[in-house]
């Protein structure tokens, strides 16, 4: 069975955060903590968390898994893709 998409009410808050991961290093863990250190600090931003891990970004812990770390090393058109 498929996993669900978290709704995201700051849709914006998307390209920024895939912007962020590309420019910073790789966190041991991401969370609400995290999202406020990098500027994510809207309560609403937190739904970046559930809807990375979904994307397979993220494990069930909030860990980057190798699809964020293939994301963040690839170029423009390898993004896309990934």
Same mark, same amino acid.
Request: hydrophobic share 40%; no cysteine.
């Given at each position: 069975?498929?996993?669900?998409?978290?709704?995201?009410?700051? !849709?914006? /808050?998307?390209?920024?955060?895939?912007?962020?991961?590309? &420019? /910073?290093? +790789?966190?041991?863990?991401? %969370?609400? @903590?995290?999202? &406020?250190?990098?500027?994510?600090? @809207? !309560? @609403? %931003?937190?739904?970046? +968390? /559930?809807?990375? &891990? !979904?994307?397979?970004?993220?494990? /069930? !812990?909030g860990?980057?898994? @190798?699809?964020?770390?293939?994301?963040r090393?690839?170029?423009? &058109?390898?993004?896309?893709?990934?």
């Amino acid at each position: 069975m498929p996993t669900a998409v978290p709704a995201i009410i700051a !849709s914006a /808050s998307i390209p920024r955060f895939l912007d962020a991961i590309r &420019k /910073s290093g +790789v966190p041991t863990k991401v %969370d609400g @903590n995290y999202l &406020k250190i990098i500027g994510f600090k @809207n !309560s @609403n %931003d937190a739904a970046l +968390v /559930s809807l990375f &891990k !979904s994307l397979g970004f993220l494990d /069930s !812990s909030g860990t980057p898994t @190798n699809t964020l770390r293939d994301y963040r090393g690839a170029d423009a &058109k390898e993004a896309k893709i990934i």
